[in-house]
């Protein structure tokens, strides 16, 4: 069983289209972190949020902490190409490393 | 400011071959990872070193080995390289372990024949 359960696994929109991206959990995580990866690079942390029912915004992008902090969502508004990559999220497990999920890979068509 | 560098970027490697897998953080980092990437199974952890002089297991160290050289190194070797090895793989540093956020290399695309 996966620890955290990212959907879709792939999507793909047009240029100014909205979407959203989920990462579940049957268990409580004290904070999660969003990654986007773009082809070719390492990750790179967009976001971390910590309070349960939590909303941060970064530009286009809205990361919202489910109220029992076990899921987080990711939606953005009016994607542009440049959002085209893997979105992971990623929360510290009981050994205190950071588990991953498998990620949500999108495509911006112009 | 380098970041996380690894080195190389690019390998091919016959079955049965060895190599070691390069990383350095110029960030003054304590804790450093190693993780592989494979289609459909997102990042999982190989070895982790929580600070220098200290390595352990993650979720798949079975045919890998580790050094953390100093501070600033953590290297990766395959002893005898196998088809399942074919990977993307991600070295990482961070302040320190859990909850902090990781800074990644650029990658190395591995592929065993």
């Known amino acids: 069983t996966q620890l955290l359960e990212q959907s879709p696994q792939f999507l793909s929109i047009q240029e100014g289209e909205n979407l959203t991206v989920y990462c579940n959990s049957s268990?409580?995580?004290?904070?999660l972190q969003w990654y986007r990866q773009e082809p070719g690079e390492g990750p790179v942390l967009l976001v971390t949020?910590?309070?349960?029912?939590e909303v941060k915004k970064l530009k286009r992008l809205t990361f919202q902490f489910g109220d029992a902090r076990k899921d987080s969502s990711l939606h953005i508004t009016a994607a542009q190409p440049g959002d085209t990559g893997l979105y992971l999220c990623?929360?510290?497990?009981?050994?205190?490393?950071?588990?991953f999920g498998t990620g949500t890979r999108l495509t911006v068509i112009p | 400011n380098a970041g996380v560098t690894q080195t190389p970027k690019f390998q091919v490697l016959k079955t049965g071959q060895s190599m070691t897998l390069q990383c350095a953080q110029d960030?003054?980092?304590?804790?450093m990872y190693w993780y592989r990437q494979d289609p459909g199974m997102g990042l999982r952890l190989i070895y982790y070193?929580?600070?220098?002089?200290?390595?352990d297991k993650g979720e798949v160290p079975n045919g890998y080995n580790v050094s953390r050289l100093n501070k600033r190194e953590f290297s990766l070797r395959l002893e005898s390289a196998a088809p399942s090895q074919t990977s993307v793989y991600f070295c990482?540093?961070?302040?320190?372990?859990?909850?902090?956020?990781?800074?990644f290399g650029p990658g190395t695309r591995l592929t065993v024949t």
């Open positions: 960030m003054n980092h304590n804790s």
């Open positions: 990623a929360g510290p497990t009981g050994a205190n490393n950071l588990f």
């Open positions: 949020v910590v309070t349960g029912g």
């Open positions: 268990s409580v995580f004290s904070s």
């Open positions: 070193s929580a600070s220098e002089g200290t390595t």
């Open positions: 990482a540093s961070s302040w320190d372990r859990g909850a902090y956020e990781q800074y």
